[in-house]
Nanobody, 121 residues
Framework: QVQLVESGGGLVQPGGSLRLSCAAS????????MGWYRQAPGKQRESVAG???????NYADSVKGRFTISRDNAKNTVYLQMNSLKPEDTAVYYC???????????????WGQGTQVTVSP
């Protein structure tokens, strides 16, 4: 009923940039907070950045000053601009959104399928 579709991952050299996008579609009434998480091989999934419906943002210390999260509420889309990428940023990146669907009064968590980001010379 609800899908989050990510795009924009790929292979980039250290110091390079990538922009991830995540579009939500389906039986959506409203979207609350949206965010990006990542999971590197052998590690737990961690929060990278989040953005509230009103635009307030938060970032992991490891990406502050390099990554920027934004959203376009008209398009139900969240973005992650990643600059000055480092090899340690290599991971599968997942988007997350809290969404209220038609007929429900509460929000639920939805996840994208993940997109690979590899930072390597």
């Amino acid at each position: 009923q609800v899908q989050l579709v990510e795009s924009g991952g790929g292979l980039v050299q250290p110091g390079g940039s990538l922009r991830l996008s995540c579009a939500a579609s389906g039986n959506i009434v409203s979207i609350g907070a949206m965010g990006w998480y990542r999971q590197a091989p052998g590690k737990q999934r961690e929060s990278v950045a989040g953005i509230a419906s009103g635009g307030t943002t938060n970032y992991a210390d490891s990406v502050k000053g390099r990554f920027t999260i934004s959203r376009d509420n008209a398009k139900n889309t969240v973005y992650l601009q990643m600059n000055s990428l480092k090899p340690e940023d290599t991971a599968v990146y997942y988007c997350n959104a809290r969404i209220r669907t038609n007929g429900r009064t509460w929000y639920e968590d939805y996840w994208g399928q993940g997109t690979q980001v590899t930072v390597s010379p």
